[in-house]
């Protein structure tokens, strides 16, 4: 019997997101024939130019890689139908893809979505479940079209953590919704490429959306911890939820940043264990308290 030839891929990503769900398919056999991923961008204190972890992760298997500033440019365009693709597959590429490039390969273009659509989409599926005490969430794979989230689901995957190991963190959820994107999408893309999927349409009346979120969603506000249990739990869902960047933090009397790094919820009271002062290496919380009697109510 013939051995079915793997298809033939182009792999949008630039998170460590997408290197989850590109460790998934190579787990499976599938490689990408190419990645294109976001330019070089200054990072650190240095702000020095770093590669994005996709492109870290193609080189390292010397993929070709492509940085395009832009997907409009005719060049790239052209670059793309040069080759006859079977799929394009995108993962956290953080930006529009034009119609012009969804559609160049024969069948088309799948997203790997962290959220079981209608529900959650936009950027921030993963963070937005813990945030909102989800247990209960999952993959999907979409047919992409041009409004973002918005293409009809051709396979899903539930799942719904135990009680005893909600919430996760947010980068443990992350990476846990990509590897099993990675594999779903491993499963189905042969069926898909035989044209043995028809795609299901969303349910518009149910879609929910999410945002990017920024440093301000990470900030606590220490005045109001254990003063109610239902603050405690929003705020320990904070902790858990921005582990990564942001990440949660509250600032003392004078201004100072100070990065929660670990917590517990017993009792509906919220028990602090490790912080990040600001300038300074982490440290128990019970040693920074020590000598600061304007948060020895916290």
Known sequence: MAKTKPP?????GTPLFSVRVLDALEANGLLPALVITAPDKKQ?????LAPSAAKVWAQERGIDVITP?????AALIAELQNTDWDVFVVAAYAKLIPKTI????????????PSLLPKFRGPSPALSAILADERTTGVSIMQMTEKMDAGP????????????????????LEDMLATEG???LAEILPEWIAGNITPEPQNESKATYTRKFTDKDALLDA????LDAGYSREAFLKIRTFDRNPRAYFVDEKGRRVIVTEAELKDGKLEILKVIPEGKKETDFKTYRANRADILSL
């Open 8 to 12: 033939l891929f182009t792999f949008f």
């Open 44 to 48: 650190g204190r240095g702000q020095k």
């Open 69 to 73: 500033a832009t997907l409009k440019e």
């Open 102 to 113: 969804l559609d160049i390969p024969r069948k088309g273009s799948l997203n790997v979505h």
């Open 153 to 172: 689901v051709v396979a899903q995957a539930r799942v719904e953590l135990t009680q005893e190991d909600w919430p996760p963190t947010g980068s443990m």
């Open 182 to 184: 990675g594999n779903l």
């Open 223 to 226: 005045s109001r911890f254990n």
